[in-house]
Nanobody, 122 residues
Framework: QMQLQESGPGLVKPSQTLSLTCTVS??????????WSWVRQPPGKGLEWMGS???????YYSPSLKSRTSISRDTSKNQFTRQLNSVTSEERAVYYC??????????????WGQGTQVTVSS
Protein backbone atom coordinates (compact mmCIF):
# COMPACT_ATOMS: atom_id res chain seq x y z
CA GLN A 1 0.00 0.00 0.00
CA MET A 2 1.47 3.31 -1.04
CA GLN A 3 1.62 6.11 1.48
CA LEU A 4 2.60 9.75 1.19
CA GLN A 5 3.49 11.90 4.17
CA GLU A 6 4.05 15.64 4.19
CA SER A 7 6.48 17.23 6.63
CA GLY A 8 7.50 20.78 7.29
CA PRO A 9 6.75 23.81 9.44
CA GLY A 10 3.20 24.57 10.36
CA LEU A 11 3.93 28.25 10.79
CA VAL A 12 6.03 30.58 8.68
CA LYS A 13 6.37 34.34 8.66
CA PRO A 14 5.41 36.53 5.73
CA SER A 15 8.15 36.91 3.11
CA GLN A 16 9.88 33.73 4.30
CA THR A 17 10.38 30.55 2.32
CA LEU A 18 8.08 27.62 2.93
CA SER A 19 9.69 24.25 2.38
CA LEU A 20 7.66 21.04 2.52
CA THR A 21 8.84 17.51 1.94
CA CYS A 22 6.82 14.51 0.88
CA THR A 23 8.07 11.06 1.81
CA VAL A 24 6.70 8.23 -0.28
CA SER A 25 6.57 4.61 0.84
CA UNK A 26 5.26 1.54 -0.91
CA UNK A 27 6.43 2.66 -4.34
CA UNK A 28 9.16 4.57 -6.13
CA UNK A 29 8.91 8.16 -7.31
CA UNK A 30 10.86 7.13 -10.40
CA UNK A 31 8.25 4.64 -11.56
CA UNK A 32 7.01 5.29 -15.11
CA UNK A 33 4.86 7.31 -15.80
CA UNK A 34 3.68 9.01 -12.65
CA UNK A 35 3.88 12.61 -11.54
CA TRP A 36 4.34 13.75 -7.97
CA SER A 37 2.44 16.88 -7.17
CA TRP A 38 1.88 19.59 -4.64
CA VAL A 39 -1.66 20.81 -4.16
CA ARG A 40 -3.07 23.28 -1.68
CA GLN A 41 -6.47 24.21 -0.40
CA PRO A 42 -7.03 27.55 1.31
CA PRO A 43 -9.87 27.75 3.84
CA GLY A 44 -13.22 27.71 2.09
CA LYS A 45 -11.71 27.36 -1.38
CA GLY A 46 -11.02 24.60 -3.85
CA LEU A 47 -7.92 22.65 -4.62
CA GLU A 48 -5.08 24.45 -6.39
CA TRP A 49 -2.39 22.58 -8.25
CA MET A 50 0.99 24.12 -7.51
CA GLY A 51 3.43 21.98 -9.42
CA SER A 52 4.70 18.51 -10.17
CA UNK A 53 7.89 16.59 -10.61
CA UNK A 54 7.73 13.74 -13.06
CA UNK A 55 9.13 10.22 -12.80
CA UNK A 56 11.87 11.49 -15.12
CA UNK A 57 12.77 14.39 -12.85
CA UNK A 58 11.25 17.03 -15.11
CA UNK A 59 9.38 19.75 -13.26
CA TYR A 60 6.20 21.62 -14.07
CA TYR A 61 4.78 24.62 -12.27
CA SER A 62 1.57 26.57 -12.08
CA PRO A 63 2.09 29.76 -14.10
CA SER A 64 0.89 31.85 -11.18
CA LEU A 65 3.57 30.41 -8.90
CA LYS A 66 6.39 29.63 -11.30
CA SER A 67 8.53 32.58 -10.29
CA ARG A 68 8.41 31.68 -6.61
CA THR A 69 8.43 27.91 -6.41
CA SER A 70 10.67 24.98 -7.13
CA ILE A 71 10.36 21.23 -6.72
CA SER A 72 13.25 18.85 -6.29
CA ARG A 73 13.66 15.22 -5.34
CA ASP A 74 15.94 12.86 -3.48
CA THR A 75 15.54 9.47 -5.06
CA SER A 76 17.72 7.79 -2.44
CA LYS A 77 15.16 8.80 0.18
CA ASN A 78 12.14 8.55 -2.12
CA GLN A 79 11.22 12.11 -1.26
CA PHE A 80 10.30 15.23 -3.15
CA THR A 81 10.44 18.75 -1.77
CA ARG A 82 8.70 21.95 -2.71
CA GLN A 83 9.96 25.42 -1.84
CA LEU A 84 7.74 28.47 -2.04
CA ASN A 85 9.45 31.82 -1.64
CA SER A 86 8.08 35.10 -0.34
CA VAL A 87 4.92 33.64 1.19
CA THR A 88 2.03 35.88 2.14
CA SER A 89 -0.70 35.52 4.73
CA GLU A 90 -3.13 34.63 1.95
CA GLU A 91 -1.20 31.42 1.39
CA ARG A 92 -2.48 29.92 4.57
CA ALA A 93 -3.78 26.55 3.45
CA VAL A 94 -3.67 22.82 3.80
CA TYR A 95 -0.84 21.59 1.61
CA TYR A 96 -0.99 18.13 0.10
CA CYS A 97 1.41 15.97 -1.81
CA UNK A 98 -0.11 13.50 -4.23
CA UNK A 99 0.58 11.04 -6.97
CA UNK A 100 -0.90 11.86 -10.33
CA UNK A 101 -1.19 10.27 -13.73
CA UNK A 102 -0.67 13.54 -15.56
CA UNK A 103 0.59 17.07 -15.20
CA UNK A 104 -1.78 19.22 -13.15
CA UNK A 105 -4.09 16.26 -12.65
CA UNK A 106 -5.80 16.14 -9.27
CA UNK A 107 -7.57 12.88 -8.75
CA UNK A 108 -8.68 12.15 -5.23
CA UNK A 109 -8.86 8.49 -6.09
CA UNK A 110 -5.09 8.38 -6.48
CA UNK A 111 -2.67 8.44 -3.58
CA TRP A 112 -2.55 11.58 -1.44
CA GLY A 113 -0.90 12.56 1.79
CA GLN A 114 -3.10 13.49 4.70
CA GLY A 115 -2.23 17.15 4.25
CA THR A 116 -0.41 19.58 6.47
CA GLN A 117 -1.83 22.87 7.69
CA VAL A 118 0.41 25.85 7.10
CA THR A 119 -0.25 29.27 8.59
CA VAL A 120 1.56 32.38 7.47
CA SER A 121 1.71 34.91 10.24
CA SER A 122 4.17 37.18 11.96
Amino acid sequence: QMQLQESGPGLVKPSQTLSLTCTVSGGSITTNYYYWSWVRQPPGKGLEWMGSIAYSGNTYYSPSLKSRTSISRDTSKNQFTRQLNSVTSEERAVYYCARASGIATMNRDDYWGQGTQVTVSS
